[in-house]
């Protein structure tokens, strides 16, 4: 991501964002509520386009390669009384919209992916008998149904108990082991930031701190992020 400018109407939500990210890194994305956080994760999904500056992701323009990327959303915003099961909301990863039938090939492929995260015995329950923890594996399922090479998670733990988040935790470390994919996770919890990626960014609108979580998990870089300090999170430390 190179110089990265992103305005919505007379607000600067991104600027001048620059950073660079080997392939097979697990990053950290943290900052205050309404840093641009969530507008990032878009512009690298090529939803929203740069006022200016330039995103790509593997060499392309960022958006020209959705099947190499696997995305689970904040907010799930299906309604939870929507007729469909575990294993259908997987194979939605695969079609990009729900399958009036989901063919046996498919079918194959999402059972893999639920098998991958633990969730096989999930398959034929409805959605609206999932818990948090259980709904977060099925979408954690869809995004991994085509083995992408780029995970993008927009705050995972939302919603889900401290067993189910370390098992996500987990699950993503096992997936990035055993693929070498890159992940990419927004997250508020700077202890998740410290313990589990190899690269952070601090982000407010601007850049203030990439590096390793030593590096930049640091008083100078959160205080220029949050504006003061004491901010909660830094009591992990």
């Given at each position: 991501?190179?110089r990265?400018?992103v305005?919505?109407?007379?607000?600067t939500?991104l600027?001048?964002?620059?950073?660079?990210?080997?392939r097979?890194c697990?990053?950290?994305?943290?900052?205050?509520n309404?840093?641009g956080?969530?507008?990032?994760?878009?512009v690298?999904?090529g939803?929203?386009t740069?006022?200016s500056?330039h995103?790509?992701?593997?060499?392309?323009?960022?958006?020209?390669?959705?099947?190499r990327?696997?995305?689970?959303?904040?907010l799930?915003?299906?309604?939870?009384?929507f007729p469909a099961?575990?294993?259908e909301?997987?194979?939605?990863?695969?079609?990009?919209?729900?399958?009036?039938?989901?063919?046996?090939?498919?079918?194959?492929q999402?059972?893999?992916?639920?098998?991958?995260?633990?969730?096989?015995?999930?398959?034929?329950?409805?959605?609206a008998?999932?818990?948090?923890?259980?709904?977060?594996?099925?979408?954690?399922?869809?995004?991994l149904?085509?083995?992408?090479?780029?995970v993008l998670?927009?705050?995972?733990a939302t919603?889900?108990?401290f067993?189910a988040?370390h098992?996500?935790?987990?699950?993503?470390e096992?997936y990035?082991?055993?693929?070498?994919?890159t992940v990419?996770?927004?997250?508020?919890?700077?202890?998740a930031?410290?313990?589990?990626?190899?690269?952070?960014?601090?982000?407010?609108r601007?850049?203030h701190?990439?590096?390793?979580?030593?590096?930049?998990?640091?008083?100078?870089?959160?205080?220029?992020?949050?504006?003061?300090?004491?901010?909660?999170?830094a009591?992990?430390f």
């Amino acid at each position: 991501m190179h110089r990265v400018t992103v305005r919505l109407g007379e607000a600067t939500v991104l600027q001048d964002v620059s950073f660079e990210l080997a392939r097979g890194c697990f990053l950290a994305v943290v900052g205050p509520n309404g840093a641009g956080k969530s507008t990032l994760v878009k512009v690298a999904l090529g939803l929203v386009t740069p006022h200016s500056g330039h995103a790509a992701l593997f060499g392309v323009d960022a958006g020209a390669g959705p099947e190499r990327i696997g995305y689970v959303p904040q907010l799930k915003t299906f309604d939870r009384t929507f007729p469909a099961t575990a294993l259908e909301l997987v194979a939605t990863g695969l079609r990009r919209r729900w399958p009036a039938r989901v063919a046996a090939p498919e079918r194959e492929q999402a059972r893999a992916a639920l098998s991958r995260v633990g969730a096989e015995h999930l398959e034929r329950r409805q959605l609206a008998r999932l818990s948090g923890g259980e709904l977060q594996r099925a979408y954690l399922a869809r995004a991994l149904a085509r083995r992408p090479q780029l995970v993008l998670l927009d705050e995972p733990a939302t919603g889900v108990d401290f067993l189910a988040e370390h098992d996500l935790y987990d699950l993503l470390e096992v997936y990035q082991r055993d693929t070498g994919a890159t992940v990419v996770m927004v997250t508020h919890d700077l202890s998740a930031a410290r313990y589990h990626a190899d690269r952070v960014l601090v982000l407010n609108r601007r850049v203030h701190g990439f590096g390793t979580p030593d590096e930049v998990l640091c008083e100078s870089c959160l205080e220029r992020a949050f504006g003061h300090l004491g901010h909660h999170h830094a009591l992990a430390f």
